[in-house]
Antibody, heavy 119, light 111 residues
Framework: QVQLQESGPGLVKPSETLSLTCAVSGGSIRRYFWSWIRQPPGGGLEWIGYIYYSGNTNYNPSLKSRATISVDTSKSQFSLTLSSVTAADTAMYYC?????????????WGQGTLVAVSS | QSVLTQPPSVSGAPGQRVTISCTGSSSNIGAGYDVHWYQQLPGTAPKLLIFGNNNRPSGVPDRFSASKSGASASLAITGLQAEDEADYYCQSYDNSLSASVFGGGTKLTVL
């Protein structure tokens, strides 16, 4: 059973960079796409972007200029950095495996990590 | 504003059948992309409920089913149980955004 676990600071100051890591266990990180999704308090889900294990990436156009996703296959983990954060970036951040056999969907999710942007 | 439109809330009594709609456009559901559904129980992460329009992952009861027609899709829950009280999200792919897109979510209340 694939398991994902997010980690990172729970508090980030405005204008600084948010950095999160997702550890993958119970399965290989290779030959799959891996994604970040966020959910503001009381709000809906927003896809941030994905990375293929080889390093190819794609991002939500609304975040593209600020989001960067990287992968470290040797550590079986992938990471998200989001620059120039504001209060609007306060959210629960989830990592997930993106299954793309036909049309993409998220079949395994982490438990999420809450990030607050505040001075 | 979410790319996919869902009703904010639905409700039903135990044992009843409820449906949740998900309306898209010609760049996502209407373009033929599959619709997937997620269940988010209070205080937990979303869980895949239906994939590829109407396929259930192992462990999901057959009380849950889904369908798609044109640019819309719907999730049906029969034999409603108290444990079904949760938020439900639809998701598809949008070729104009080159992005996975979600509905705004529907809160199901079991009366």
């Amino acid at each position: 059973q694939v398991q994902l676990q997010e980690s990172g600071p729970g508090l980030v100051k405005p204008s600084e960079t948010l950095s999160l890591t997702c550890a993958v266990s119970g399965g290989s990180i290779r030959r799959y796409f891996w994604s970040w999704i966020r959910q503001p308090p009381g709000g809906g889900l927003e896809w941030i972007g994905y990375i293929y294990y080889s390093g190819n990436t794609n991002y939500n156009p609304s975040l593209k200029s600020r989001a960067t996703i990287s992968v470290d296959t040797s550590k079986s983990q992938f990471s998200l950095t989001l620059s120039s954060v504001t209060a609007a970036d306060t959210a629960m951040y989830y990592c997930a495996r993106l299954n793309w056999n036909d049309d993409p969907y998220f079949d395994y999710w982490g438990q999420g990590t809450l990030v607050a942007v505040s001075s | 504003q979410s790319v996919l439109t869902q009703p904010p809330s639905v409700s039903g009594a135990p044992g009843q059948r409820v449906t949740i709609s998900c309306t898209g456009s010609s760049s996502n559901i209407g373009a033929g992309y599959d619709v997937h559904w997620y269940q988010q129980l209070p205080g937990t992460a979303p869980k895949l409920l239906i994939f590829g329009n109407n396929n259930r992952p192992s462990g999901v009861p057959d009380r849950f089913s889904a369908s798609k027609s044109g640019a819309s899709a719907s999730l049906a829950i029969t034999g409603l149980q108290a444990e079904d009280e949760a938020d439900y999200y639809c998701q598809s792919y949008d070729n104009s955004l080159s992005a996975s897109v979600f509905g705004g979510g529907t809160k199901l209340t079991v009366l």
